[in-house]
């Protein structure tokens, strides 16, 4: 048999396609895992009335969300959501 010999560089090259297929990978499970109702974040109606009135209707909708900028979330209202979505995206 014929024994196939890396070099350094050959190793660093075939890790580095190894971690982005992987990075690429995760980021599909979690679009995946995210594309449900918001209604499975267990949100106050008017929390959710809010999101929906702006556009948001699935969860990765507001995953990568600057939630500050959306008219009629106040403090309590955003620390409720980020702390739903941290429940929703640790059970994973």
């Known amino acids: 048999m014929n024994e196939?010999?890396?070099?350094?560089?050959?190793?660093?090259?075939i890790n580095?396609?190894?971690?982005?297929s992987l990075e690429n990978y995760n980021k599909m499970l979690m679009h995946s895992m995210?594309?449900?109702p918001l209604g499975c974040?267990?949100?106050d109606s008017k929390t959710e009335e809010i999101l929906l009135k702006n556009g948001f209707r699935r969860v990765f909708d507001i995953v990568d969300v600057d939630l500050t900028e959306?008219?009629?979330?106040?403090?309590?209202?955003?620390?409720?959501?980020?702390?739903?979505?941290?429940k929703f995206l640790t059970m994973r």
């Open 4 to 13: 196939v010999k890396l070099t350094a560089t050959d190793a660093t090259e």
């Open 16 to 20: 580095k396609k190894l971690l982005q």
């Open 34 to 36: 995210t594309d449900i």
């Open 41 to 43: 974040l267990c949100l």
């Open 70 to 86: 959306i008219k009629g979330l106040g403090k309590i209202r955003i620390g409720k959501i980020t702390s739903s979505l941290d």
